[in-house]
T-cell receptor, first 114, second 113 residues
Framework: DAGVIQSPRHEVTEMGQEVTLRCKPI?????LFWYRQTMMRGLELLIY????????DSGMPEDRFSAKMPNASFSTLKIQPSEPRDSAVYFC????????????FGPGTRLTVL | QKEVEQNSGPLSVPEGAIASLNCTYS??????FFWYRQYSGKSPELIMF????GDKEDGRFTAQLNKASQYVSLLIRDSQPSDSATYLC?????????????FGKGTKLSVKP
């Protein structure tokens, strides 16, 4: 079975540019999570979807961040405009349901904003 | 603010020894607890989960939960160099936060041959 797929694996961009990160969850999973990991703050939940509907976006840092899940097999996290402090590893994870099921993480996207 | 606290380490143990990793959490209503392992440059992967007070064993791993003390731990018996990684404790919210995992910053474990 294919795991969670993320693209790109690495992204280097300049401050002010738009960045779009993509995620394909495991087939049959109904919940999708976007996390950000930095040395200083650890692994932080940004937003999670259940059945394509955003359930909790309280972790989204500010209006520059937006996330969509147009269908059960695809989600995007967009940063516009990007800033150097957005540099981090962004993980997507999915689970069968949000309530206590194991979350399976994708390989992550390492974002560097210059 | 719900918090999950872990000693950042590094925790260094000799090969074959027992490694003990600890975690405390602030939300008394939390019901589900998870341990993830993360190798350097890789994504977190689930090792164990525990819901009930007491011990849960899986191979060389034992998770221990004490809800009264808001404490969860992971014991790794017969530690191997391949166990060297960062171990993340995660606590699942409840009610409106159900589905949210709150992660600690992790404890880095080093197993010396």
């Amino acid at each position: 079975d294919a795991g969670v797929i993320q693209s790109p694996r690495h992204e280097v961009t300049e401050m002010g540019q738009e960045v779009t990160l993509r995620c394909k969850p495991i087939s049959g999973h109904n919940s999708l999570f976007w996390y950000r990991q930095t040395m200083m703050r650890g692994l932080e939940l940004l937003i999670y979807f259940n059945n394509n509907v955003p359930i909790d976006d309280s972790g989204m840092p500010e209006d520059r961040f937006s996330a969509k899940m147009p269908n059960a097999s695809f989600s995007t996290l967009k940063i516009q405009p990007s800033e150097p402090r957005d540099s981090a590893v962004y993980f997507c994870a999915s689970s069968k349901s949000g309530t206590g099921d194991t979350q399976y993480f994708g390989p992550g996207t390492r974002l560097t904003v210059l | 603010q719900k918090e999950v606290e872990q000693n950042s380490g590094p925790l260094s143990v000799p090969e074959g020894a027992i490694a003990s990793l600890n975690c405390t959490y602030s939300d008394r209503g939390s019901q589900s607890f998870f341990w993830y392992r993360q190798y350097s440059g890789k994504s977190p992967e689930l090792i164990m989960f525990i819901y009930s007070n007491g011990d849960k064993e899986d191979g060389r791993f034992t998770a221990q939960l004490n809800k009264a003390s808001q404490y969860v731990s992971l014991l790794i018996r017969d530690s191997q160099p391949s166990d060297s990684a960062t171990y993340l404790c995660a606590v699942m919210g409840y009610g409106g936060s159900q589905g949210n995992l709150i992660f600690g910053k992790g404890t880095k474990l080093s197993v010396k041959p």
